[in-house]
């Protein structure tokens, strides 16, 4: 009976010891990265992009692009200081012909551009995007335009220098 007792302090030691050895090993090792992975589009998002494929089946239609893949500084210009202006923007919809060559960039606006410092945001990629000659197009989430209405508007005549007209359009038209 007398030999019970030392044995079972020595073994919730020991126990504890192992626990303590667990927490330690567990705190020193990194933790885990907390992401899980998303649906890139939204449900509006994902009925556009379909429109636009079967609207425009010669063209290469890219979904959430970041801005500074489309649009470049040129030359003379600080390119981290312009560069930094877009960095973290991008277009819904980037639409190119079949040699990648980009046609036009599209934004579907729902009701969080509403938002002040939503709107600023668009407004900096509006400016960016005109100076750059790209042709920028705005639909309204609540006004999905037809695949018809997409032909006529991505495919609308060509500048004498080759260009599409670069266009604006408001978040309330169609």
């Known amino acids: ?3 019970i007792l030392p044995i079972l302090v020595l073994l919730a030691t020991a126990v504890a010891g192992l626990l303590l ?9 990194a933790p885990r990265w907390p992401f899980y992975v998303r649906k890139l589009l939204s449900q509006p998002e994902q009925v556009l992009y379909h429109r636009l494929i079967r609207a425009l089946p010669e063209h290469i239609v890219l979904a959430q692009v970041q ?7 040129k030359k003379g210009f600080n390119f981290y200081e312009w560069n930094n202006r877009i960095n973290r923007l991008s277009y819904d919809f980037v639409v190119c012909g079949k040699d ?3 046609i036009a960039a599209i934004e579907l606006d729902d009701k969080t551009h509403e938002d002040a410092a939503r709107a ?8 960016a995007t005109v100076a750059a000659g790209l042709r920028l ?5 609540r006004a999905l335009p037809s695949e018809e209405a997409i032909r006529s508007e991505l495919l609308a005549p060509e500048l004498p220098d080759g260009r599409k007209e670069p266009t604006l ?5 169609t």
């Open 120 to 127: 600023r945001t668009d407004d900096k990629k509006n400016k």
């Open 100 to 102: 990648s060559t980009v």
């Open 137 to 141: 197009v705005r639909w309204s989430v």
């Open 1 to 3: 009976m007398n030999n």
């Open 67 to 73: 801005v500074s893949r489309v649009l470049g500084v």
């Open 21 to 29: 050895l667990k927490r330690l090993l567990f705190r020193t090792s």
């Open 169 to 173: 359009r408001s978040a309330d038209a």
